[in-house]
């Protein structure tokens, strides 16, 4: 039930944020005008300039701009980017697949570690790996992603030379697999790094409750082996509470993407994103929005899918 509230809230809430971006690019001080003309703009006529801007649609109110984009939007046509000289479909096409390739390598990524560490954490409490993880996850709270990602860059680009400082490839070189492998360690790597802390923590709490349940005693009287008590008792509770820790923790990967992309120059929504920002690119910036709630909201309900999954007994709590 509340799987389908949520999807049905989706028709609700997109438009919604997608209005308050065009009141908000209204009431940017840039004019969208001069930044669609540059430094052509002293050199254009006011009859020209009023043309231009009635083609872009930049003098009529911004809900009656939001109005006419969401009409046209239910037809797949979102409109062109003045900032990029594109239509918005081809900046997402050719920008959207690398955003979400690192995301989702970042999150495997973030979900082996936080596998592995919080594990071994759990079953010697208070051992040396259990006060290193305590603080090694505090520092990493601590630390923005870009921080973590400049650090990167100066230790393994930079000082070592291990990997490239940044982009989908060498200069002048083609696209290949091995070249996209070798460039997204980086960005990936620091990307995981920043919701490791968040998965690790919380699954040495659930793992530790689940050990001190009376389901994983009553097995072990039973004599079942460690591995029989972790595959059967252990790790269902233990992914239940990470799969909603997940969806809770989408929003923030979807924007540490997009800081990261930035540091690393990765070819994907960061750079058009900024661009739309300065530029008061309003079809862009619309789009960039609710492609990203969309995300956060079909994330979240996919993580409420799985939870059920794993966990019937969320249905009843929920």
Not at 7 to 24: C, K, S
Not at 225 to 245: F, K
Request: net charge negative; charged share 15%; with cysteine.
């Amino acid at each position: 039930m509340l799987t389908a509230r949520r999807a049905l809230a989706t028709l609700f809430v997109v438009p919604a944020v997608t209005l308050a971006t065009f009141a908000l690019a209204a009431l940017s001080p840039l004019d969208p005008l001069v930044t669609y003309l540059g430094d052509g703009f002293e050199h254009t006529g006011r009859a020209e300039r009023d043309a231009i801007s009635d083609s872009l649609g930049l003098d009529v109110p911004f809900w009656q701009t939001w109005w006419n984009w969401m009409a046209n939007a239910f037809t797949g046509d979102f409109g062109a980017s003045h900032s990029l000289k594109q239509p918005v479909t081809t900046v997402f096409a050719e920008r959207l697949p690398w955003t979400l390739g690192l995301s989702v390598v970042a999150l495997v990524i973030a979900l082996l570690i936080a596998f592995g560490v919080a594990a071994v954490a759990a079953l010697r409490p208070d051992g040396l790996l259990d006060r290193a993880l305590e603080r090694v996850t505090l520092a990493l709270t601590g630390m923005p992603p870009f921080v973590i990602g400049l650090l990167a860059v100066a230790l393994f680009a930079v000082t070592l030379r291990w990997f490239p400082v940044g982009g989908l490839t060498e200069p002048g070189q083609p696209v290949t697999f091995g070249g996209v492998v070798h460039h997204i360690v980086m960005p990936a790597v620091v990307l995981a790094l920043s919701q490791v802390p968040w998965f690790a923590l919380a699954l040495r709490e659930s793992v530790r409750e689940a050990l001190g349940s009376g389901a994983v005693r009553e097995a072990q009287v039973r004599g079942l082996s460690r591995g029989e008590v972790l595959r059967g008792h252990i790790a269902p509770v233990s992914a239940a509470a990470l799969i909603a820790l997940m969806g809770a923790r989408l929003p923030e990967l979807v924007v540490g993407a997009l800081v990261v992309e930035e540091v690393f120059s990765w070819p994907g929504l960061a750079d058009a994103t900024v661009e739309a920002a300065l530029t008061a690119d309003f079809a862009l910036l619309a789009a960039v929005t609710a492609a990203t709630t969309l995300v956060m909201m079909l994330g979240s309900w996919l993580s409420d899918c799985a939870l059920l999954v794993v966990d019937p007994r969320a249905q009843v709590e929920r």
